[in-house]
């Protein structure tokens, strides 16, 4: 158990909705980091945020967006929902050094 | 594109041998992490070599980095069942994020 928590687990979708995803980090961890995992594939950076602040972001189209809020939860939105977005969606938290991170269980989001 | 490669994409063993996995990257790295996950549920953090490290030990894991080979080995001894799922390298070009490879699937046979 890392203590991160995320929510819903399971969620399916139809092209062109929107979701959001959700997030608790591990206490005592202000940096959150947004993965996508494609079947068979590692996990890519979406992006991070570090004090609730946007830190850094890798390759994705700006429907990708998050937030962070004061207690260091995290949530990411997508927008206009494609079938390519199928995946599970990892979140993972560290402390300020960054090195190590504690990622949740994931949520698998289905697009239809 | 991914940072590290890993190699075999697929390894099956029986209980007790040793497994080995292999990760190759392209960039000068921070550190380079090795991750497990089961059944495509969350990432478990296994252990970290900084550049400047040569060889690490956790338990019944040995990490290997060659930084002139831009390479990393995983050698898990005395398997267990226990052992099977999916491995992942990941680097740290101390860019604020870890890239990591595709992973390697290990079975280990009872």
């Known amino acids: 158990e890392t203590g991160v928590t995320q929510s819903p687990t399971h969620l399916i979708k139809t092209r062109g909705q929107q979701v959001t995803l959700r997030c608790s980090s591990q206490?005592?961890?202000?940096?959150v980091s947004w993965y996508q995992q494609a079947l068979g594939q590692g996990p890519q950076f979406i992006f991070q945020?570090?004090?609730?602040?946007?830190?850094g972001r890798g390759n994705f189209p700006p429907r990708f967006s998050g937030l962070q809020f004061p207690n260091y939860s995290s949530e990411l939105n997508v927008n206009a929902l494609e079938l390519d977005d199928s995946a599970l969606y990892l979140c993972?938290?560290?402390?300020?050094?960054?090195?190590?991170?504690?990622f949740g269980s994931g949520t698998q989001l289905s697009v239809l | 594109s991914q940072q590290g490669e890993e190699d075999p994409q697929a390894l099956s063993i029986q209980e007790g041998e040793n497994a080995t996995m292999n990760c190759s990257y392209k960039?000068?790295?921070?550190?380079l992490q090795w991750y497990r996950q089961n059944s495509g549920r969350g990432l478990v953090h296994l252990i970290l070599?900084?550049?400047?490290?040569r060889e690490k030990h956790s338990g019944r894991l040995r990490v290997t980095l060659d930084t002139s080979k831009k390479s990393s080995s995983l050698l898990i001894t005395a398997s267990r069942a226990a052992d099977t799922a999916s491995y992942f390298c990941?680097?740290?070009?101390?860019?604020?994020?870890?890239?990591f490879g595709a992973g390697t699937t290990v079975t280990v046979r009872a």
């Open positions: 993972a938290s560290s402390s300020s050094d960054g090195e190590k991170l504690f």
């Open positions: 206490s005592g961890h202000n940096t």
């Open positions: 945020y570090y004090r609730e602040e946007e830190n």
């Open positions: 960039t000068s790295i921070n550190n």
């Open positions: 070599i900084r550049s400047n490290e």
């Open positions: 990941a680097t740290d070009i101390n860019d604020y994020k870890l890239s």
